[in-house]
């Protein structure tokens, strides 16, 4: 009994003195900048697992025993350590670290501190990526940097067209390249957009050469979300949902309009087609002269249509592991009426394990899964040439089946020109899955200086095809007899092997870091498709398989290829500063590729220099510059993205007579093109600073980037035949500005602005020996490329007005010699002949822009929230070709600015030609009338957001959660005649229009 009680004693007293060691320590951290709460601070006790984080206002509570050191961490800030004695109460104020900021940028193969770079490279975060309710990440950075230029896309699922600095390349892609998690891509469709951390935007040669050949045309990195150690688990819900909407409608000439214009022209044909629409439609209440019809087909084949994503995820980490789970679903349907939609399920993971102080291995995972419903694009077209005098259904159209659909041929027109047909009886399904792995370990030779490194990479993806042609017969013009389907299947295998070993090290003022490495890639492609005719059944979705088609409509139709390459490329780069204040950075890559039959090996060496001039003394402690760092950089980059070398060589018997005499000859030609490296060479000027306590940044940068040896095509003397060659140059050159500027100005308010622009000249300086130029295009809408103009520019004739009167006919010999009446275009004499001819064509424009920009405002009022994006770009052109193809056919509709503002009469319009003249060839050359403007300045994005605090809404339990209301695209000026000026290049035929997009968020964080 003796004994028991003093143990009990010897317990209690133990549990006494372990109580009395162990203290809650609470507190708020704030900026010591401007004395703002900072959330998200790691406060953990040293040399354990054992932690917390700052909430949304700086607060923090923790157990913590006397004696053990708490340390506070942030990204961005200087960590702070403080032992505990007694205190129960410990605010902490942090400093701003800017060389902590530095660590956060990723380049190849590893990352720099942003004060050392001496390449032109922007990084856009996470926060500023989420905005945008989009399913493709780089729809998100529309005029958010300076020298990309992204042409946004409506249907769903769709990619944007990217263009970093230009076009420099006529036989290649001009894409960039896309770097996730080190695995390389030329499409990232499969991302989610809340699974972002980061995306760095490599522009220049030299931050890009250590990729190799397949970053010619720039690279994107793109990191997802990690763990981070000592860190608790947090859970995240991220989602919106909300409606999608055709903005700035084209509109088309109402039946009024049309009909006016019929009998304006005088075509006996045209006036006949609304007579018959009124005995066939019945006559208009309003105006008994006109049909009882006024379609506006564009309206029919809209739609309000919805978009959303959900999204959870949960990160963390421990002493020794880090993790990141997240899983996401996509929904978006299209805006033109039929089975258009996407739908997308990603899973990803990251984890990452510490072995041992000196073993460290991680994997990455992210697993995409889509079905997509392609819109039929020609349907756009359609509705554009629809006539108004005709209805959608027809219910005298006995005959049709399975629809009574309309069809203009039953009044007189041509063409069957409805388009639902085109949209209810198709259905092109895609099922696209994506898987990327990657697994690497890391060891150090050296703890802290010497490390090797070896990554696997693998990307498995393949994509289902099933395009459905239902029979229908609207009328012997619009019909399909028979069924078919056709089903295809693709898959890719690509796979990276990298291994790098990396030396850093600093000793006195002498900060070095050298890496090396190998890479090899093995890239496989395997297609398969085949098409059947007459399905059994086809009105029903389980008959919709190759079983019930019948077997010998499969004759010729069957298609089975592949194709395999692989690469080894071998690379190094070394990273050296004195002081902080001098910059050295040399990169070499080497590689082979057989499809370069001249020469199979290229070395792409790049190198730049910086001199952070705030480090002298002569700059140190001003209270204006905190950072000013002037750099430069040299790069060079071979072109991957060209097709191999190929062609044949011929000999050919052949007769001619020489003095009467027959003679015979053996004339030997070669097609062959024996290809070398394209290689692009780029020179980058820039600065980089910070004034003003850091308040405003500034990033400029000038760059040429020129590229040799282009591959353009080349006509061969005597055969006549075009062969592939390196005998171009092109260059893009222009300058880049980025500005930002933020303050706090009390505890209630802050605000962010910013700008940027950039402009762009592309020139072609040269073109084959004796070539004077390289046509594009069709014979009707003519491109041209020539030395001294943009590639692929718009050539064609220039307008001068049209012909008011019979006097100005008079005085015109061109007018008179083509017998030209007033309402008539007048083409401007280049040569000053008196003959209009091919001669007096001119370069009318390029698609590109030459002046693009972009600027943000943010203004935060307590837990409000409020943000506005814009963009725009000026400078290119667009050939409306909807409106050009009147020369094919012209009994059909036309838009209502042609119809309103048309030439009827002495004074009435010097831009359009009369009703008669729109049917006239001499109207409808390529010239200016049919080149408009693309430039524009648009409301990119709207955001308000308000956050609720934690606790301060249903008690203690209530996590800290974030409302947004989002306008995408809300409004856009300019003078195009289409829906958006945003035409990926510069021809607009049946362009899929992007949609405004509103939506309602919002943001849960346990």
């Keep these: 009994m003796k004994a028991r009680l003093i143990l009990f004693l010897f317990f209690l007293f133990s549990y006494s003195v372990s109580q009395a060691q162990e203290l809650t320590v609470t507190g708020t951290v704030t900026s010591a900048e401007d004395g703002f709460p900072v959330p998200g601070v790691n406060v ?111 249907s769903p699922g769709d990619s944007p067209k990217v263009r970093l600095r230009g076009v420099g390349t006529f036989d290649g892609s001009n894409n960039p390249l896309y770097v996730v998690n080190g695995m390389f891509y030329d499409n990232i469709d499969f991302l989610n957009t809340s699974d972002i951390e980061s995306v760095s935007v490599l522009k220049d040669a030299s931050s890009s050469a250590i990729f190799g050949q397949k970053a010619a045309g720039g690279v994107i990195i793109i990191q997802t979300k990690s763990g981070k150690f000592e860190k608790k688990p947090e859970f995240v819900y991220n989602g919106y949902s909300g409606y999608q909407f055709a903005q700035n409608v084209v509109k088309m000439a109402n039946t009024e309009q049309f009909a006016t214009m019929a009998y304006e022209s005088g075509s006996s044909t045209d006036i006949a087609n609304i007579q018959n629409a009124i005995q066939r439609y019945g006559r208009s209440r309003i105006n008994p ?83 997509k ?81 070896t990554s696997y990479y693998h990307d498995y993806s393949s994509i289902e095809e099933r395009n459905v042609r239902m029979p229908y017969f609207i009328s012997q013009n619009s019909q399909r007899e028979t069924s078919s389907i056709r089903k295809a299947q693709a898959t890719y295998s690509n796979q990276i092997w990298d291994n790098v070993i990396t030396y850093k090290d600093v000793f006195g003022d002498h900060n070095i870091t050298v890496l090396g490495g190998t890479s090899y890639r093995d890239e496989a492609v395997h297609n398969l498709s085949a098409t059947g005719e007459d399905i059994t059944g086809i009105d029903f979705e389980s008959s919709w398989y190759l079983d019930f088609a019948d077997p010998e409509s499969f004759n010729g139709n069957v298609r089975d290829n592949g194709g395999r390459v692989y690469g080894v490329s071998y690379f190094g780069r070394a990273e050296y500063s004195f002081m902080d204040r001098y910059l050295i950075n040399a990169t070499i890559r080497a590689e082979g590729d057989s499809k370069f039959t001249a020469n199979n090996w290229l070395y792409t060496p790049a190198f730049g220099l910086g001199w952070v001039i705030s480090e002298e003394n002569f700059l140190k402690d001003n209270n204006v510059i905190n950072f000013l760092k002037l750099r430069a950089s040299y790069g060079k980059l071979g072109n991957g993205s060209l097709g191999r070398s190929s062609g044949t060589r011929t ?112 020139e072609v300086i040269s073109l084959a020996e004796n070539q004077e130029y390289i046509d594009g295009g069709s014979a009707e809408f003519r491109q041209r490329t020539r030395v001294g103009d943009p590639i692929r520019a718009f050539f064609g004739y220039e307008v001068l007005g049209v012909y008011q009167n019979a006097a100005e006919i008079q005085n015109d010999p061109i007018a008179m010699a083509n017998n030209l009446v007033p309402g008539d275009l007048r083409y401007r004499d280049v040569n000053g002949d008196g003959v209009l001819d091919a001669d007096d064509r001119v370069i009318l424009g390029s698609y590109l822009p030459n002046f693009m920009y972009g600027g943000n405002l943010g203004i935060s009022y307590k837990n409000f929230d409020f943000s506005v994006n814009v963009s725009g770009q000026s400078g290119n052109k667009i050939l409306n070709r909807k409106r050009g193809e009147v020369i094919f056919t012209s009994d059909t509709n036309m838009d209502a600015d042609l119809a309103i503002n048309r030439w009827h009469g002495e004074g009435t319009s010097n831009s359009y030609p009369s009703s008669a003249g729109l049917r006239k060839s001499w109207n409808q050359k390529l010239s200016t009338y049919f080149i408009e403007d693309g430039s524009y300045f648009r409301i990119q994005n709207i955001q308000l957001s308000y956050t609720v605090k934690p606790g301060s809404l249903l008690g203690k339990r209530m996590p800290e959660t974030r409302l947004t209301f989002t306008a995408e695209r809300p409004f856009t000026f300019f003078k195009y005649n289409g829906f958006d000026p945003e035409v990926q290049d510069g021809v607009d035929r049946q362009t899929y229009p992007v949609p405004a997009v509103y939506t309602m968020g919002i943001n849960i964080k346990i």
């Excluded at 756009?380 to 089946?401: G, I, S």
């Excluded at 069809?407 to 020109?417: E, N, V």
């Design 44 to 154: 953990l006790i040293k040399g354990t697992s054992r932690g917390t984080s700052t909430d949304f206002d700086g607060n923090y509570s923790l157990k913590v025993n006397r004696g053990e050191i708490v340390e506070f961490s942030s990204l961005g800030f200087k960590t702070v350590t403080v032992t505990i004695a007694n205190q129960t109460t410990l605010n902490i104020s942090l400093e701003a670290d800017i060389e902590a900021l530095g660590e956060i940028v990723v380049v190849g193969y590893g990352s720099q501190r942003k004060a050392d770079l001496t390449g032109a490279i922007t990084t856009v975060q996470a926060e500023d990526i989420e905005r945008t309710p989009t399913s493709n990440v780089m729809q998100s950075l529309q005029g958010k940097v300076a020298g990309v230029q992204v042409v946004g896309v409506g």
């Design 289 to 371: 002269n006109l049909p009882d019809v006024n379609t506006d087909w564009y309206k029919e084949i809209l739609r309000p249509a919805t978009i959303s994503s959900h999204s959870i995820g949960v990160n963390g980490g421990g002493e020794n592991a880090t993790y990141s789970l997240g899983a996401n679903y996509f929904s978006q349907d299209g805006i033109m009426d039929m089975k258009n939609e996407y739908e997308r399920f990603n899973i990803r993971s990251n984890v990452d394990i510490k072995l041992s102080e000196r073993f460290k291995m991680g994997t990455n995972m992210v697993f995409s899964n889509a079905t």
């Design 651 to 762: 000999v050919s018997i052949v007769q001619t007579d020489i003095g009467d005499q027959p003679v015979s000859g053996i004339v030997s030609t070669s097609n062959f093109s024996n290809l070398e490296w394209e290689v692009t060479e780029e020179k980058d000027f820039g600065i980089s600073a910070r004034m003003f306590n850091s308040r405003l940044t500034l990033e400029a940068d000038y760059f040429i980037r020129t590229t040799d040896n282009a591959v353009i095509p080349v006509i061969q003397p005597i055969s006549n035949e075009i062969v592939r060659k390196n005998a171009g140059e092109i260059r893009n050159q222009g300058l880049e500005v980025s500005l930002d500027y933020n303050q706090t100005l009390n505890d209630n308010w802050r605000f962010n602005i910013g700008a940027n622009i950039s402009t762009l000249k592309n």
């Design 373 to 453: 419903y392609n819109a039929e694009n020609g349907a756009w077209f359609q509705a554009y040439f629809a006539v108004p005098t005709l209805p959608v259904y027809d219910p005298l159209n006995t005959e049709a089946t399975p629809v009574a659909y309309s069809d203009a041929t039953k009044i007189g027109y041509r063409g069957s020109q409805n388009p639902f047909p085109t949209m209810r009886f198709n259905e092109n399904q895609l099922k696209i899955r994506k898987l990327l792995t990657n697994i690497y370990a890391e060891y150090y030779i050296v703890p802290e200086k010497l490390s090797i490194k």
